[in-house]
């Protein structure tokens, strides 16, 4: 008989339209590969050296002001700019380039070096809640920008190049691909069934549990059935809301509620401050209606089975399809038991530069 938690089986993501293949049996095999250092556990409350730290001259000549919550700027070696000329590349259909032009930011969470979301706390977070609204706002009403992309990289092992609270918005023309699947799955899926996809699977999560990590009013976060990472797990608006513009002021107080308890919970996984690389998916800015978004966060962490055994996505991986051994099933039940009290000294009043 064909068991879950015992036989190499694939499972398909609805979301992508792509299949993982999954090895429970594999988790017991010996380990000897790469070691990475563990990151040092506590950084000072402000580092001259930062450039993103109050007051202090980022790359480019630019001097960051003394700010006292959320800080925007420019990304000072953009990935695309607003002035790229119209145009493209052609020759037959075989060599074929199209001009992008775009945004790009970075977003400070706050004037603290030392802190992370896991440490902010609930109102610090909510600021940056706030913030993310006004930008994908104030960036989906330029004519020329139809997504608009907030992701943070969150430590070394993720390329992330700082470890003051950032994390990035790029916001261009045309669809990323990863978006594009998503959209094309969710519009097919509303057309089929004159219902939303996210809005089904998440009544069928909750109705088992079995992936659920945690919960508040208006969100829910739990490890997919098709995770990739080992420990990756998504975050679900519990009302069919397209973006995060729509949410109301509980919604996103309860938008930062759970990123803080998520990312506190990962911090106490392996007693380290956890890698990850997140961002939200949600409707374009097109200006179209996009009833069949449903707003939802990923978070896709590289952390296999302590703090310095990763996964990485190789060999198979890359030539043929994503596989993990673990199951999601095992990760979210050792996410579920874990604490949300952060490991650390935290920040719960407003931050101030000390
Ligand atoms: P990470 O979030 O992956 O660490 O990237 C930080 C971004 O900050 C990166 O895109 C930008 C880099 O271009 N940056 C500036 O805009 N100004 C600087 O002075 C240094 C880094
Ligand atoms: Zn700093």
Redesign the pocket.
């Known amino acids: 008989m064909f068991n879950l938690k015992e036989h190499p089986h694939r499972r398909f993501n609805p979301l992508t339209r792509e299949w993982i293949l999954v090895s429970p049996h594999r988790t017991q095999r010996p380990w000897q590969g790469q070691v990475e250092r563990v990151p040092p556990a506590s950084q000072p409350t402000y580092d001259p050296g930062c450039?993103l730290c109050p007051g202090n001259p980022?790359?480019?000549g630019l001097r960051n002001p003394n700010y006292e919550s959320t800080f925007v700027f420019e990304?000072?070696?953009a990935a695309m700019r607003p002035d790229t000329p119209v145009g493209g590349f052609r020759e037959g259909d075989l060599l074929v380039a199209e001009a992008e032009s775009g945004v790009c930011r970075?977003v400070c969470f706050s004037p603290r070096h030392d802190l992370t979301v896991a440490k902010m706390g609930a109102q610090a977070l909510r600021l940056v809640v706030d913030t993310w609204v006004e930008q994908y706002e104030e960036l989906g009403r330029l004519p020329f920008i139809h997504h608009v992309e907030i992701f943070e990289?969150r430590g070394e092992m993720m390329?992330?190049?700082?470890p003051h609270p950032?994390c990035?918005i790029w916001a261009n023309l045309t669809l990323p691909t990863e978006v594009a699947k998503e959209q094309a799955s969710q519009l097919a899926y509303r057309e089929a069934k004159h219902s939303c996809l996210l809005c089904d699977y998440l009544r069928l999560e909750l109705s088992t549990g079995e992936r659920i990590v945690c919960q508040n009013d208006s969100f829910a976060a739990l490890v997919p059935f098709w995770a990739v990472w080992p420990f990756e797990t998504m975050v679900f608006a519990r009302q069919h809301v397209t973006g995060i513009d729509h949410l109301d002021t509980a919604g996103r107080s309860d938008l930062a509620d759970i990123l803080g308890r998520i990312t506190r919970r990962y911090d106490n996984l392996f007693a380290v401050s956890f890698p990850y690389s997140m961002g939200f998916h949600q409707r374009p800015t097109d200006g179209g209606e996009h009833a069949e978004w449903h707003l939802h966060a990923h978070f896709l962490p590289p952390l296999l089975r302590s703090a310095t055994v990763r996964k990485f996505l190789v060999g198979y991986e890359l030539l043929a399809m994503p596989q993990r051994d673990i199951t999601p099933e095992a990760a979210a039940a050792r996410l579920r038991e874990l604490s949300e009290e952060a490991a650390g000294p935290t920040c719960a009043g407003s931050p101030s530069r000390s």
Do not use: P
């Open positions: 450039y980022r790359a480019g990304n000072d070696f970075v990289n390329g992330c190049s700082n950032h990035q």
